[in-house]
Structures are given as structure tokens and as C-alpha cells.
T-cell receptor, first 113, second 112 residues
Framework: AQSVAQPEDQVNVAEGNPLTVKCTYS??????LFWYVQYPNRGLQFLLK??????LVKGSYGFEAEFNKSQTSFHLKKPSALVSDSALYFC???????????FGGGTRVLVKP | NAGVMQNPRHLVRRRGQEARLRCSPM?????VYWYRQLPEEGLKFMVY????????ESGMPKERFSAEFPKEGPSILRIQQVVRGDSAAYFC??????????FGSGTRLTVV
């Protein structure tokens, strides 16, 4: 069965510092991987996805993620965090056989001024 | 394109009442998904529908919950005889291809 894990419930970072949100996956075959962000009382917004091609994927709001097949990871990164990046971040994996996204438990990011 | 529209945004029901949550997918999207988010938790898959068909309902509770996506009109998630444990945010997503999801803003159900 496909699954995705986000090992950190919360990440705290100072504004201007690099931000990393970790995600590992377990799926047979080639994974389709996604990152979404959720602001308070809002729905999920798409940030970026990896389907195939370059391992470094660039997305919205200055975020990027690196697909690492050997480590089965898809960590989300931002070189310089903003206070407005404080939100809940979800990693997700899609498998065609199931035809649905499976989400990790989420990581709350708090960027302090 | 107005995006995925969910209504109502907030819904309060007394225990034992019925809750109806509506989701209008984006134009051209034939895949609809419902997810539930309990407070301080992640999103749990409930059901996947295409027009007039339930494709995967493996995440739906066996009793009291049902979903439909009729040929005309929005998708409906129906919860009968609600209990306090049903209080959650319910999100709908639609997709043209099965994985390019667009989410709605959710319906926050409170059972009192």
C-alpha cells in the first residue's frame, strides 16, 4: 500500500533562515509526489509536484522540493523563510492503481520574525 | 473558472440530524474526491466519484455516510444521524485527470 510520512509535527524557523519540511514515501513503482499548503480555515493549495524528469522541482511562492529515489524522500525547501509561510504543509503521493492522493499527517511551520 | 465550490462553509447540526455537504467541481473536471480533516490531524480519504459512479469508497464509514455525484448538479456528501465525532472539516477536490487536484475551501461541520 502506498503511504507517505512527515516525521516532524512542527518546524520552527527564524525569518530569513532556510526552511526544510521532510517527507518520505513508500510506494511500488514510480511515485507521483505532491506538496500542498493549508492556511488557517482555508482549503489546500497546490505548491508543486514531481512526476518525472529533474529531481529538483520548483513550485509556487519560492518553494522547491528534491526527489531522492534512493532515500525515498521528497523534502520541501525554501532558501529564506517568510513569516507569511507559517502554515500547515502536507506531502502526498499518488498511485494510479488507487487513483487517489494519500496524504501525510502534515507539518506545522512556524516562522518567527 | 470559479474553482471548486463547497457549501455551506460552516454547518451546525444537533446530534441525530442530517448533514448535507455540497461540492461543485471545476468546469471540465469529472473526478471528485471527498476528504475529512479532524482537528489537528491530516486529511483522510473518504470517497472518489465520477459522474454517476462511486469509484472508491474505501474511506467511508460503513453506516450513516453516503455520497453521490449525479449527472447534473453538485456532488453531495450526506451524513445521517450525526454524532459529535462527525465534527470535522470536509474537503472536496476535483480533477480532470485523476491526480491534478484542486481543493475547495471546505465545509466545517460542528455537531452540538
Amino acid at each position: 500500500a502506498q503511504s507517505v510520512a512527515q516525521p516532524e509535527d512542527q518546524v520552527n524557523v527564524a525569518e530569513g533562515n532556510p526552511l526544510t519540511v521532510k517527507c518520505t514515501y513508500s510506494v511500488s513503482g514510480n511515485p507521483y509526489l505532491f506538496w500542498y499548503v493549508q492556511y488557517p480555515n482555508r482549503g489546500l493549495q497546490f505548491l508543486l509536484k514531481y512526476i518525472t524528469g529533474d529531481n529538483l522541482v520548483k513550485g509556487s511562492y519560492g518553494f522547491e522540493a528534491e526527489f531522492n529515489k534512493s532515500q525515498t524522500s521528497f523534502h520541501l525547501k525554501k532558501p529564506s523563510a517568510l513569516v507569511s509561510d507559517s502554515a500547515l504543509y502536507f506531502c502526498a503521493v499518488y498511485k494510479a492503481a488507487g487513483n487517489k492522493l494519500t496524504f501525510g499527517g502534515g507539518t506545522r511551520v512556524l516562522v518567527k520574525p | 473558472n470559479a474553482g471548486v465550490m463547497q457549501n455551506p462553509r460552516h454547518l451546525v447540526r444537533r446530534r441525530g440530524q442530517e448533514a448535507r455537504l455540497r461540492c461543485s467541481p471545476m468546469k471540465g473536471h469529472s473526478h471528485v474526491y471527498w476528504y475529512r480533516q479532524l482537528p489537528e490531524e491530516g486529511l483522510k480519504f473518504m470517497v472518489y466519484l465520477q459522474k454517476e459512479n462511486i469509484i472508491d469508497e474505501s474511506g467511508m464509514p460503513k453506516e450513516r455516510f453516503s455520497a453521490e455525484f449525479p449527472k447534473e448538479g453538485p456532488s453531495i456528501l450526506r451524513i445521517q444521524q450525526v454524532v459529535r465525532g462527525d465534527s470535522a472539516a470536509y474537503f472536496c477536490a476535483s480533477s480532470p485527470d485523476g491526480y491534478g487536484y484542486t481543493f475547495g475551501s471546505g465545509t466545517r461541520l460542528t455537531v452540538v
